[in-house]
Nanobody, 113 residues
């Protein structure tokens, strides 16, 4: 499974961005897709997935939506804050011979104050 993410960039605080991710490749069954992020010097953390919703830090500001059958997921990010600055990674979870996670390469989101 290959994941292609797009939509990162530079935005001022209070602005919005939308990230998109599409999966392609093997004919496996995707059961969840979503987004994680990693800021410099910090561990990768959950942002939001289709099945789990969003982390407390983004609730009310970020909206995740997608369709696992169509192998796509998007993240609408509103009211962005400088602390949202990070590399955002798309993740897909598949089932088949067990549960497997796939990661995209990451897209940079930078929020200026």
């Amino acid at each position: 499974v290959q994941l292609q993410a797009s939509g990162g960039g530079l935005v001022q605080a209070g602005g919005s961005l939308r990230l998109s991710c599409a999966a392609s490749g093997s004919s496996v069954t995707i059961v969840d897709m979503g987004w994680y992020r990693q800021a410099p010097g910090k561990q990768r953390e959950l942002v939001a997935t289709i099945t789990s919703g969003g982390a407390d830090s983004v609730k009310g500001r970020f909206i995740v939506f997608g369709d696992v059958a169509k192998k796509t997921v998007q993240l609408q990010m509103n009211s962005l804050k400088p602390e949202d600055t990070a590399v955002y990674y798309c993740k897909a979870v598949t089932i088949g011979r067990g549960v497997t996670s796939y990661w995209g390469k990451g897209t940079q989101v930078t929020v200026s104050s």
